[in-house]
């Protein structure tokens, strides 16, 4: 199985600034037949379901706000909120659709400064 | 907005099954792939299948071949996973997850149905 390790496992950051939470995987998730990467990421409020933010590394799912953007190639991702917003606060997750059994990395936990 | 609506909690004794349900939209189920995937308390993600409602086509983790089964109910737009040989290890929060595109499978989770916590002890 492809194993997802995210970084930091938990970091705060103040109202404004930006956040940046990096993801790695154990194997290149770069499919040379269409150059996407395949690797998704998730937004999980407290008590909620996890919700889909970015999927093929960099494109944005309809509706999530500009400041989520996405980023990396092969095995280093990263996912960037460029402006913190006090609704931001949850646990966010790395996961890769390139391979099955799909998996996820371990979530890293975003709060307020 | 989509919604995938699942079933209530459920407590059960190990070595017995339980049966989730995930009702979605005629448009969901005629054109979207459903993901299972659960949440073990304070824990990370994990998959545990796929089915396409319109064929009934499955394909399931390795993990959980042999105790994971996922159906579908067409009359009604409902999915069902069951899962049998439950051990305190299942304690979780199952969620049904709808594929991000229509029509294919590339693996990735856009609307989830709310969750539901499976409780496994004696």
């Known amino acids: 199985d492809i194993v997802m390790t995210q970084s930091p496992g938990s970091m705060a950051v103040s109202l404004g600034e930006r956040a940046t939470i990096t993801c790695k995987s154990s194997?290149?998730?770069?499919?040379?037949?269409?150059?996407?990467?395949?690797l998704a990421w998730y937004q999980q409020k407290s008590g909620q379901p996890p919700k889909l933010l970015i999927y093929?590394?960099?494109t944005r799912e309809s509706g999530v706000p500009d400041r989520f953007s996405g980023s990396g190639s092969g095995t280093d991702f990263t996912l960037t909120i460029s402006s913190l917003q006090a609704e931001d606060v949850a646990v966010y997750f790395c996961?890769?659709?390139?391979?099955?059994?799909?998996?996820f990395g371990q979530g890293t936990t975003l709060e307020i400064k | 907005q989509v919604q995938l609506v699942q079933s209530g909690a459920a407590v059960k004794k190990p070595g017995a099954s339980v049966n989730i349900s995930c009702k979605t939209s005629?448009?969901?189920?005629?054109?979207?792939?459903i993901h299972w995937l659960r949440q073990a308390p304070g824990q990370g993600l994990e998959w545990m299948g796929v089915?396409?409602?319109?064929?009934?086509?499955?394909s399931y983790a390795q993990k959980f071949q042999g105790r994971v089964i996922m159906t579908r109910d067409t009359s009604t737009s409902t999915l069902y996973m069951e899962l049998s040989s439950l051990r305190s290890e299942d304690t979780a929060v199952y969620y049904c997850?709808?594929?991000?595109?229509?029509?294919?499978?590339?693996?990735?989770?856009?609307?989830w149905g709310q969750g539901t916590l499976v409780t496994v002890s004696s």
């Open positions: 997850a709808r594929e991000g595109l229509s029509g294919t499978w590339y693996g990735w989770f856009g609307p």
């Open positions: 005629r448009d969901t189920f005629n054109n979207y792939h």
């Open positions: 089915v396409n409602p319109r064929g009934g086509g499955t």
């Open positions: 194997q290149s998730l770069l499919y040379s037949s269409n150059n996407k990467n395949y």
């Open positions: 093929w590394a960099s």
């Open positions: 996961q890769q659709h390139y391979f099955t059994p799909y998996t």
